[in-house]
């Protein structure tokens, strides 16, 4: 059974930090593409960052760059998600996904492209 397990989310206060784990089971991470994705109640999913299967390419809207930083641990078949300088802003699900079909360039933070669902992780930030 395919499965993505997310963690690490928390209410935290406006400018503090949060990681996410996104743990795979049943299949490996590697080589495959990886992205995190938001939802905000009333809100389209929105791609935040996205990671290349060999970890050497990375892609962050701008309302994230600088802020997020996306990274790779094939041996723990885990995706991260560093998360600094939180914003109200910043509060939704959090999901990670994976694109289990081979890709080709840079990565890609459109939702269409992956097809493998993590169940999301709840980020408050409070003001």
């Known amino acids: 059974q395919f499965q993505f397990v997310e963690s690490g989310g928390g209410l935290v206060q406006a400018g503090g930090s949060l990681r996410l784990s996104c743990a795979a089971s049943?299949?490996?991470?590697?080589?495959?593409?990886i992205g995190w994705f938001r939802q905000a109640p009333g809100k389209e999913r929105e791609g935040v960052s996205c990671i290349t299967g060999s970890g050497g390419s990375t892609n962050y809207p701008d309302s994230v760059k600088g802020r997020f930083t996306i990274s790779r641990d094939n041996a723990k078949n885990t995706v991260y998600l560093q998360m600094n300088s939180l914003k109200s802003e910043d509060s939704a699900i959090y999901y990670c996904?994976?694109?289990?079909?081979?890709?080709?360039?840079?990565?890609?933070?459109?939702?269409?492209?992956?097809?493998?669902w993590g169940q999301g992780t709840q980020v408050s930030v409070s003001s």
């Open positions: 996904a994976a694109r289990t079909r081979p890709w080709i360039g840079p990565c890609s933070t459109r939702s269409t492209n992956y097809d493998l």
């Open positions: 049943g299949f490996t991470l590697d080589s495959k593409a």
